[in-house]
């Protein structure tokens, strides 16, 4: 599991590497930890859209909706961002990123665009699919 997460938060830190200004290295390091953190956010949102929209109790407003969505996504998002920027410094990926050859980083650019969007694809998904019938009165 190490092993997925290490090569995982590695394609995101090379994606924020090639698409984060040079002129702002110090951006570089939050770009990473967001690409990384935001398609498990999309997930649980999706999840979180699935559980409502299979309950019976139907809501008058979209606020508590909303308000659900943040307390849901926050609690979880924030420990994965800390737990990720203490990884990028303990696995040395910085170092490492210096080290891949052209092809390399390719493919894990490749791979971080292909996880950030799969995640928000399957976000879509699952909100139309279960949150759809949603209607209010």
């Keep these: 599991m190490k092993f997925l997460f290490k090569y995982l938060l590695s394609a995101n830190y090379s994606f924020a590497k090639r698409w984060v200004n040079e002129?702002?290295?110090?951006?570089?390091?939050?770009?990473?930890?967001?690409?990384?953190?935001?398609p498990f956010t999309f997930v649980l949102g999706g999840l979180y859209f699935a559980f409502i929209g299979s309950i019976n109790y139907k809501f008058e407003?979209?606020?508590?909706?909303?308000?659900?969505?943040?307390?849901?996504?926050?609690p979880t998002s924030i420990p994965i961002e800390r737990k990720a920027k203490k990884a990028i410094s303990k696995w040395g990926l910085e170092k490492e990123y210096k080290s891949l050859n052209k092809t390399q980083r390719s493919n894990r650019n490749t791979f971080a665009f292909l996880f950030f969007f799969g995640g928000l694809a399957l976000f879509f998904y699952l909100g139309v699919t279960y949150f759809s019938g949603y209607s209010l009165k």
């Excluded at 930890?33 to 935001?38: D, G, L, Q, S």
């Excluded at 508590?64 to 849901?72: A, N, S, T």
Aim: glycine content about 4%; proline content about 10%.
């Design 23 to 38: 002129k702002m290295p110090q951006q570089i390091l939050p770009a990473a930890i967001h690409t990384f953190t935001t």
């Design 61 to 74: 407003t979209y606020t508590p909706i909303f308000i659900g969505l943040l307390i849901v996504l926050l």
